[in-house]
């Protein structure tokens, strides 16, 4: 159970902080995301690994390093942290004024690669016996997450997570007509990431 707190609380401050920066209009706001993800990574790792996304979950699980019985209650609990960090952000400041536009394509594009890095960065430094009681996983993970926000952003919204992009959906930040998309290519993006993974490092 407490692996499972621990999923719904990561998860609830992550889009906490992504829907006050962004509703804010902060101009340091993937800073501040990447920030806080790698500090809950590091407060969170040794309870659940500090997922906080379906795709990472489901690259873990695909790696052999996430038991299947925890799967869908680890994605449940990022889901209800997701939605309740939105309810609370939309009570603190109100809703985005309109969301962005987007084009389908280079949504699909920049968010299933986007994924696909970010999981393939969790899996080298959180699962690899090579890396293991590592001091630099947090950073990195936060780190990718900054650096997709900077080089994508204005295309998808560099969620690279289901939950985000639903909260985001939410928030009012997020076409709700394009969720679908998120679920579709980002959990694709995760998967890829973990067959190239288990390809090259099947001995880890």
């Not at 994605?75 to 004024?97: F, H, N, S, Y």
Request: proline share 3%; with cysteine; aromatic share 10%.
């Amino acid at each position: 159970m407490k692996k499972y707190i621990a999923e719904l609380i990561g998860t609830f401050f992550l889009v906490y902080t992504m829907g006050h920066a962004v509703i804010g209009g902060h101009p340091l706001a993937p800073l501040g995301i990447g920030l806080v993800l790698a500090a809950l990574v590091y407060a969170c790792g040794h309870l659940s690994g500090g997922h906080f996304n379906p795709a990472v979950t489901v690259a873990v699980w695909l790696r052999g390093k996430c038991d299947a019985k925890d799967v869908v209650p680890y994605i449940l609990c990022q889901l209800v942290g997701a939605v309740l960090a939105a309810v609370v952000v939309c009570w603190m400041r109100g809703k985005a004024l309109a969301p962005a536009e987007l084009d389908l394509g280079k949504l699909i594009m920049a968010e299933i690669l986007g994924t696909f890095v970010l999981a393939w960065v969790v899996l080298n430094v959180a699962t690899t016996k090579a890396n293991a009681n590592n001091s630099f996983y947090g950073a990195a993970i936060g780190g990718t997450v900054m650096a997709g926000a900077c080089a994508v952003g204005s295309l998808s919204g560099a969620a690279f997570n289901p939950v985000v992009a639903t909260a985001a959906v939410g928030m009012n930040l997020l076409n709700g007509g394009q969720l679908w998309a998120y679920w579709v290519f980002c959990i694709a993006g995760g998967g890829a990431a973990a067959f190239v993974f288990n390809k090259l490092q099947a001995d880890e």
